[in-house]
């Protein structure tokens, strides 16, 4: 789970929250494995592995709750709302991590308040209204709905 939030150890450094990820593990050196190859996999961590999580961007800190998460190699996985908060370059960055964790095998629950980036991800839709379902589907029905583009996307229709 990766909460609004993020919830990540501010004091401890990027490498010390990775472990934390993964501090079930009783094979230790596996999860030092594992965490250098979530660095291969995201450069900016390894970049700043020394560095207290606190006094990374908030881009950088979701980058790191995201790939935290991937340590234990779970099947599915919970992201409530995260881009909020973060710049659009951060939050293309933010989704191209979601889609490097489906290309492992994840599977990804996302609460998101940018629906149309969230729909253009994802692969089903469900929209919800005050605990509702008013459409499910494949997230292209979803983005083609004509309801559901003008109440929740703008009446933006989707690239």
């Known amino acids: 789970f990766v909460p609004q939030e993020r919830a990540l150890f501010p ?3 990027v490498r010390e929250n990775l472990r934390m990820g993964g501090f079930s593990l009783a094979d230790k050196a596996g999860l030092e494995k594992r965490i250098d190859a979530i660095e291969e996999r995201f450069p900016i961590l390894r970049e700043r592995r020394d560095q207290h999580a606190g006094t990374m961007s908030g881009g950088q800190q979701q980058t790191l709750a995201m790939a935290r998460t991937m340590i234990l190699k779970p099947e599915i996985v919970m992201l409530d709302e995260p881009s909020l908060g973060l710049a659009p ?46 459409f499910e589907g494949p ?8 309801r559901i583009r003008d109440l929740y996307l703008g009446g933006r229709k989707a690239a």
């Open 89 to 134: 370059k951060i939050v293309a960055e933010v989704f191209g991590i979601m889609r490097l964790m489906a290309e492992e095998g994840i599977t990804i629950l996302l609460v998101e308040q940018n629906a149309l980036m969230g729909l253009q991800h994802a692969d089903w839709g469900v929209v919800l209204d005050l605990g509702r379902t008013l």
């Open 11 to 13: 004091k401890m450094t």
């Open 139 to 146: 997230a292209s029905e979803v983005l083609g709905d004509p």
